[in-house]
């Protein structure tokens, strides 16, 4: 078993989640990255680029969405590694549309794979933190939870939410060493931003007070600050790392 604390971030091979892997990495964690079963020719490759980048990062499939695909998930790490110390829930999706033209899957899976997550495979980990009287969670909302998006009812409802799972957590496990705490990250240079209508980017960008995307290291710095071991005190906390755009 390893001497290192085990960090799992779900959504670990994504724009956000690989810069939170290599950070937590160059903290001195054994770092999993979890990716979604059908990507695994993708997370594959992505190991390898971090191999040559000098990070020995070990990978995981599960379906966060599905409860016994998380599971599933925790127990090939635990098998492999040990039980996890620091668990990123990192994974996430967009369906934008207009609430008038939303279906019901553009719903379902938002809230599945972005609030449902956090409680399929948190569920799985706090039992081993609390009885070792270590843990840090963080959840990565966004700043579209907390003051809602047009052509986002389903997003900004499942990370507001994520928010509210992080507080209730955070009292269960305060007394057993164990913090949780929320990242809420503004507009990032990543794959799920540049898929959008660039007029539509462009226009929530010069609004930006720093006047720029943020990168993914300057949400990884906040996720790095929040499971350090001695950042104890810190708990229930929402942080903001929007560039000034919502201030909370
Ligand atoms: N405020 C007011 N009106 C707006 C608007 C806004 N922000 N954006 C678009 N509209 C208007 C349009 O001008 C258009 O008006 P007309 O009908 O008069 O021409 C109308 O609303 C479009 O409405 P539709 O019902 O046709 O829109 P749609 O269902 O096709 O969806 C959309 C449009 C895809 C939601 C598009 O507005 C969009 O991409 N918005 C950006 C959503 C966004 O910010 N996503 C973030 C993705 S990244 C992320 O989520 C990470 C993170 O955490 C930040």
């Not at 892997?21 to 992505?46: H, M, N, S, T």
């Not at 369906?95 to 956090?118: C, F, Y």
């Amino acid at each position: 078993m390893n001497e290192k604390k085990i960090a799992l971030v779900t959504g670990g091979t994504g724009g956000i989640g690989s810069a939170i892997c290599i950070g937590l990495a160059e903290q001195g964690r054994k770092v999993v990255a979890g990716y979604f079963p059908p990507e695994k020719d993708a997370a594959e490759a992505w190991q390898k680029a971090r191999q040559e980048e000098g990070y020995d990062i070990e990978i995981a499939a599960g379906d966060v969405s599905d409860y016994e695909g998380s599971q599933e998930m925790i127990a090939d790490i635990g098998s492999r590694l040990g039980g996890i110390d620091i668990l990123v829930n990192c994974a996430g999706i967009t369906r934008d549309k207009t609430l008038r033209k939303m279906e019901p899957e553009q719903w379902n899976s938002v809230l599945r794979t972005n609030l449902d997550s956090a409680f399929n495979v948190t569920r799985h980990v706090v039992d081993d933190m609390t009885q070792k009287n270590f843990g840090r969670i963080v959840n990565i909302a966004s700043v579209n939870g907390q003051k809602g998006q047009f052509g986002q009812t389903n997003y900004s409802a499942a990370k507001a939410g994520l928010h509210g799972f992080t507080k209730a957590l955070a009292l269960e496990v305060a007394a057993k060493g164990v913090t949780v705490n929320t990242v809420s990250p503004g507009y990032v240079k990543t794959e799920m931003t540049s898929a959008m209508p660039t007029e539509v980017l462009d226009a929530i960008v010069n609004q930006v007070p720093v006047g720029r995307l943020a990168s993914p290291e300057e949400i990884a710095y906040s996720v790095c600050f929040l499971t350090e071991d001695k950042n104890a005190y810190m708990t229930g906390a929402n942080l903001p790392v929007n560039g000034g755009m919502y201030m909370s």
